[in-house]
């Protein structure tokens, strides 16, 4: 599946027919492209369940991460290397069985150790968690910010 989405990306890129196109001037104002997607970080601190509204308020999801370049780059979008962001992936519906929110396959991790441990208490994904900048389950209820993405 990552495979097919760098040759989607690259397919728009050089099917343009002008090279002087930049894409990252489709993104709203505020928002920063990374391949055929926009994001955008969102400092103040809500749950998860509210960090999932107020993306789906601006056309988005939280963010999903399927390889290590995604993952990396959500994480240089955080003012800083302590702040800890929601992402969209979570395993709410069924213990143990994660899926993105905005319905994208699960095809990536980078658990830290020791992680997922919630079980039924932890459902939801933190980024930036720990000095390894690796992911973390934690409970909706836990306050951050959070990362959207949308289509171009």
Known sequence: ???????????????????????????AYGWTNFGVRCYKFFPQTVNMITAERNCQNLDSNLASAHNKIENDFLLSLLPSSSMRSWIGAHDAIQDGQWVWSDGTPYDYTNWCSNEPNGGDSENFVEINWTSNQCWNDASYSTSMGYVCAKDL
């Open 1 to 27: 599946m990552a495979i097919l989405r760098s040759l989607i990306l690259l397919f728009i890129v050089f099917s343009t027919g002008n090279a002087d196109v930049n894409l990252a001037e489709k993104c």
